[in-house]
């Protein structure tokens, strides 16, 4: 009788939370993680500001007042314009491409044991390891040996070199959690490969996809030592702020990079919300 009822109390302590060094809370490691944090947003906050400073000289730098003149005229710089639209026009094929490519990469190497398994890692890993300056000047010398003009085209295809190991090592990592019973399952109740791969793999691969494209699709815009070895005649966004910055960095450069970051957000914050409604 006695053992019968002392166990649910000791249950109850089990389970109640207990108190002490766990439950207090640590201020030194939420402070820690503020300036962290703040150290990462402050150059953006900078940026953010200075878009809507009442600059009258080249050099933005100096604080001189609030205007919107720079976000009415965005487009005043036809040189400006046309390397944004380059840069934007490369990231999103880049990000089509480099999914396209890198998808089934990482669903073989998530899903099957073969030989050369281990190589193809290794090879993966090494892309991503690999200095930029090495793989751009290793494409520029592919290129000349080729006798490949360079320019946009060769922009392209460097950019989608870099970019595939990217979404290949994501799709995988997104393989780790997939039950390979779910398509069994699927195909035992009369679905073929093709649809248990529709309707089961592909949903559940579907957020490390998108999460991979969107990380090729920051990686190409903002990429400046590739692009520079490769793009001959082509001048991308960030080429054309290299250049710039020896004169002056004009107030719509930081107006686009605005643009460019809230795009980002909304679209890293919309990829958060619908994984979270499809795990709901």
């Not at 649809?195 to 592909?202: I, N, P, S, W, Y």
């Not at 996809?209 to 030592?225: E, N, P």
Request: aromatic content about 10%.
């Amino acid at each position: 009788m006695t053992t019968h009822t002392a166990a649910p109390a000791e249950d109850t302590a089990a389970h109640r939370p207990r108190s002490g060094r766990r439950g207090r809370r640590r201020p030194t490691l939420t402070v820690c993680t503020w300036l962290v944090l703040a150290w990462l947003l402050l150059p953006i906050a900078v940026m953010v500001l200075f878009g809507f400073n009442d600059t009258h000289s080249k050099v933005n730098f100096t604080w001189q007042g609030f205007t919107l003149t720079w976000y009415r005229h965005l487009f005043a710089i036809p040189n400006l314009t046309s390397a944004l639209v380059n840069s934007l026009t490369i990231a999103l094929v880049v990000a089509v491409a480099a999914t396209l490519l890198g998808t089934p990469i990482g669903l073989a190497l998530g899903r099957h044991r073969f030989r050369g398994r281990g190589s193809v890692d290794l090879l993966l890993f090494a892309a991503i390891a690999a200095p930029e300056i090495a793989l751009g000047a290793a494409l520029l010398s592919l290129f000349i040996v080729l006798g490949v003009p360079r320019g946009y085209a060769t922009v392209l295809i460097a950019h989608v070199a870099f970019c595939i190991p990217y979404v290949a090592i994501t799709v995988r990592a997104r393989m780790a959690g997939h039950d390979p019973t779910l398509e069994e399952a699927a195909r035992d109740l009369g679905a073929g490969p093709w649809t248990a791969f529709r309707l089961v793999t592909l949903p559940m691969l579907l957020p490390g996809v998108v999460s991979g494209a969107l990380l090729c699709f920051a990686l190409s815009i903002d990429d400046y030592v590739v692009t520079s070895f490769n793009a001959g005649r082509t001048v991308t966004f960030p080429l054309w702020v290299y250049s710039a910055s020896r004169t002056g960095v004009p107030p719509q450069v930081n107006v686009m990079g605005t643009l460019i970051f809230a795009g980002g957000l909304i679209i890293a914050g919309a990829n958060v919300l619908f994984a979270r409604r499809r795990a709901a």
